[in-house]
């Protein structure tokens, strides 16, 4: 007797085809429909596309962008890393996909010491890094508390326009002077005195020479963070030097927490350590509160420095510019007093030049990378977990499409209507020099105080002529990228008084 199976035996070869065939189809089909990785370079087997980064990596990337479009893959070492090039793409990763895109991709010389788990800057997304967030935005760097302390700012700029008067003629450091003062200014911020003596350079060079020297290391290439497997043996010795001066900072910032807590503080305005320390609790620590303050100490003197003296620098480099704001100076402020911080808010020149500056030189270039802390679509691509998510600032400042004339130092585009509304406040994404979103920089409103009121003080109170016969449009404009951009070489100019001697 025949099976009963026998009779399926002539259906079966086409019906398996069949399945087959339809199943090939729909995997084909879905594998079309699925998101892949935006595009990028080919990658180098193990190193990837590391060599491609160059000495100058804002510039390499934006090269690249150019190629492969405004959200382009790269393949560092082991690290999967996609990079923003364009406003619209730096909205959708710093605005509309803010919460997956919140997390941070710590570098390895910022574990030293566990910094990063009491860190505001590369601190895990989370509770912790929120209640940090609330004591900067709302309790350190609000505008009634800025104003309070007003005054300590306008001590050390008038300190420092007072030392460089007494230099009578000599070259001045413009970059080291506008360290020093901004490094006093958060110093009688935190702890109600200046940390650095600049009439006596060597009794106080401990904490200036850890503070550049913490960023100089920061911001080397270290191979550790593309290839994490190399930790142990450190190659490069990053995690050991960071380790060095991250211990003498935190050895420093103890130093005033314990004069603190061991003396009874008076009825006079609270210093931002007064606050920190009110705000202690089981899980914010004196840990916490130390790595809190030398990481505002290090990032906010590093950037306002670096604006300061690009800003200077393309002043100095362009006379009319500078002629232009400097009308705007005497008339405000006229040449019987120095400049006031209350002066700022009238001074429209003054703040386009700013604008202009961190245009052109955000004092972060790529800003501090994200991590995608789940995977997620934008423009058609998949962004996967755990990837690096890097935002060129530099390049957004640059892109012909946005700004004309892009390369050029011209502050009158923000006077313009269709610019005048564009701030750098994180809600224009064609200028975002600290970022947007969760995680712009919180100290911001004090930088750009730093900044306004430091360049209106140099310029309202000296001519500055360029040493040896240098030409204004000779001057050296290069920069050097780390974490920051700053002017690679140094800015030293001549001060000549323009104000009544008795005034300074």
Excluded at 259 to 269: H, P
């Amino acid at each position: 007797m025949d099976s009963p199976l026998l009779s399926w035996y002539p259906l079966l070869l086409p019906t398996v085809g069949s399945l087959l065939l339809v199943f090939l189809v729909w995997r084909r089909e879905s594998t079309r429909a699925r998101p892949s990785l935006p595009p990028g370079p080919p990658a180098w087997p193990i190193v990837g596309n590391i060599f491609q980064l160059g000495k100058r990596p804002h510039e390499s990337l934006h090269a690249l962008s150019l190629q492969y479009g405004p959200l382009m893959t790269l393949h560092l070492g082991m690290k999967t890393t996609v990079v923003v090039s364009s406003p619209a793409m730096a909205k959708e990763v710093l605005k509309t996909h803010d919460n997956v895109l919140a997390g941070r991709m710590v570098i390895e010389a910022f574990k030293t010491l566990s910094h990063d788990k009491s860190s505001l800057v590369f601190g895990e997304y989370g509770p912790y890094w929120r209640h940090l967030r609330r004591i900067a935005t709302v309790e350190l760097f609000s505008p009634k508390r800025l104003d309070a302390l007003q005054h300590l700012r306008r001590d050390q700029i008038f300190g420092m326009i007072r030392l460089i008067f007494e230099e009578k003629g000599n070259v001045v450091d413009i970059g080291k002077t506008a360290f020093c003062t901004t490094l006093n200014v958060l110093g009688n911020m935190f702890f109600s005195t200046s940390v650095f003596d600049p009439r006596n350079p060597s009794s106080s060079a401990g904490i200036k020479d850890t503070v550049s020297d913490m960023m100089e290391v920061s911001g080397k290439l270290n191979l550790v963070d593309c290839f994490p497997f190399l930790r142990f043996l450190d190659p490069q010795g990053v995690s050991r030097d960071m380790t060095t001066h991250l211990k003498a900072m935190y050895d420093f910032c103890d130093m005033f927490i314990q004069r603190r807590l061991s003396a009874k503080r008076d009825n006079s305005e609270k210093d931002f350590l007064d606050v920190l320390l009110d705000f202690r609790t089981e899980d914010f620590t004196i840990v916490g509160i130390r790595a809190f303050i030398s990481e505002l100490f290090v990032a906010g003197t590093e950037s306002s420095t670096i604006s300061i003296e690009w800003a200077m620098a393309e002043l100095i480099r362009n006379p009319q510019k500078l002629k232009r704001l400097r009308q705007e100076l005497d008339e405000v402020v006229g040449c019987n007093r120095k400049v006031e911080e209350s002066d700022i808010d009238r001074l429209p020149y003054l703040h386009a030049a700013v604008k202009e500056i961190l245009r052109l030189y955000p004092s972060g270039p790529l800003l501090v990378p994200h991590k995608a802390e789940s995977s997620c679509e934008i423009g058609g691509f998949v962004i996967p977990k755990h990837s690096q998510v890097m935002v060129n600032a530099w390049a957004i400042g640059r892109d012909p499409s946005v700004w004309k004339n892009a390369s050029e130092f011209m502050p009158e585009r923000f006077l313009e209507v269709e610019n005048s509304k564009i701030e750098y406040g994180g809600q224009n994404f064609e200028l975002i020099p600290f970022g947007a979103g969760r995680r712009i920089c919180p100290g911001l409103p004090l930088a750009s105080r730093i900044v306004h009121f430091t360049v209106a003080s140099l310029l309202h109170s000296f001519e500055w002529i360029l040493p040896d016969g240098i030409k204004c449009e000779d001057l050296d404009m290069s920069d050097e990228c780390g974490l920051s951009l700053k002017k690679a070489a140094k800015l030293n100019a001549i001060p000549k008084p323009r104000l009544p001697h008795h005034i300074y």
